[in-house]
C-alpha cells in the first residue's frame, strides 16, 4: 500500500500524559498536513510543511502542540499534557508540490485520540 | 473572516440526482475543493475548480461562480454507496491549506 500511513490508529491516554503520532505521507509527496476532527465536524486545519519547513501553524495549534518533520519524509505530531478536549480524530494529508498547479490532498486513516 | 455554508443533511433516492449547494465567505479565495468521507474512513478528494463553470468526472459534476462565491457538487445516477458526508473546501491564495466546514450529510435511500 503507497498511500498515506498513520500510527497509531487508536491511542487512548490520561488527562495529562504526552502522546505522540507519526504520519507518512506518500513518497514523492513534499508536502504534509495535520488536521483535526471531532465528531460532527469537518477536518480543522493544524498545520503544513513543504520539505521539512513547517510554514503555517494555525491559532487553534496551542503551546502543547508541536510539530516536526525532520528529514521531509515523516513527520510526527505530539501533544504535551492532554486535555480532554484534545480527544479527536488526527488526520494527516500530503501532496505534490506542482507550482501553479492544483495539488490534491490524500489523507491518511487518521489517529483517533480518547482523553480519559 | 471566513465563512463556509452547505446544507446539514440531504436526503435522495437511488438512481436520482442531487446538488449539494456550498457559499463561502474567505480571503485571497484560490479554488474550491471537493470531498467525500465515508462514516469511519479519511476524506478523498473529489473534484476541483479554480475557474467558473462546470467540471465534469463520471457521475460526479462540480461548479463554481466566483463572483458569486457560490459552488455545487452534483451526483448523478445516485447508488447506495454514495451515502456519506460532502466537505466543499474553498483553498486561500499562496496558503495550501484547505478550509473545511461541517459538510453534507448525505443519505441515499432505496
Known amino acids: 500500500d503507497t498511500g498515506v500511513s498513520q500510527d497509531p490508529r487508536h491511542k487512548i491516554t490520561k488527562r495529562g500524559q504526552n502522546v505522540t503520532f507519526r504520519c507518512d505521507p506518500i513518497s514523492e509527496h513534499n508536502r504534509l498536513y495535520w488536521y483535526r476532527q471531532t465528531l460532527g465536524q469537518g477536518p480543522e486545519f493544524l498545520t503544513y510543511f513543504q520539505n521539512e519547513a513547517q510554514l503555517e501553524k494555525s491559532r487553534l495549534l496551542s503551546d502543547r502542540f508541536s510539530a516536526e518533520r525532520p528529514k521531509g519524509s515523516f513527520s510526527t505530531l505530539e501533544i504535551q499534557r492532554t486535555e480532554q478536549g484534545d480527544s479527536a480524530m488526527y488526520l494527516c494529508?500530503?501532496?505534490?508540490?506542482?507550482?501553479?498547479?492544483?495539488?490534491?490532498?490524500?489523507f491518511g486513516p487518521g489517529t483517533r485520540l480518547t482523553v480519559l | 473572516g471566513q465563512s463556509l455554508e452547505q446544507p446539514s443533511e440531504v436526503t435522495a433516492v437511488e438512481g436520482a440526482i442531487v446538488q449539494i449547494n456550498c457559499t463561502y465567505q474567505?480571503?485571497?479565495?484560490?479554488?474550491l475543493s471537493w470531498y467525500q468521507q465515508h462514516d469511519g474512513g479519511a476524506p478523498t478528494f473529489l473534484s476541483y475548480n479554480a475557474l467558473d463553470g462546470l467540471e465534469e468526472t463520471g457521475r460526479f459534476s462540480s461548479f463554481l461562480s466566483r463572483s458569486d462565491s457560490y459552488g455545487y457538487l452534483l451526483l448523478q445516477e445516485l447508488q447506495m454507496k454514495d451515502s456519506a458526508s460532502y466537505f466543499c473546501a474553498p483553498g486561500g491564495a499562496g496558503s495550501y491549506q484547505l478550509t473545511f466546514g461541517k459538510g453534507t450529510k448525505l443519505s441515499v435511500i432505496p
Open positions: 494529508a500530503s501532496s505534490l508540490g506542482v507550482a501553479g498547479g492544483y495539488n490534491e490532498q490524500f
Open positions: 474567505t480571503s485571497g479565495f484560490y479554488g
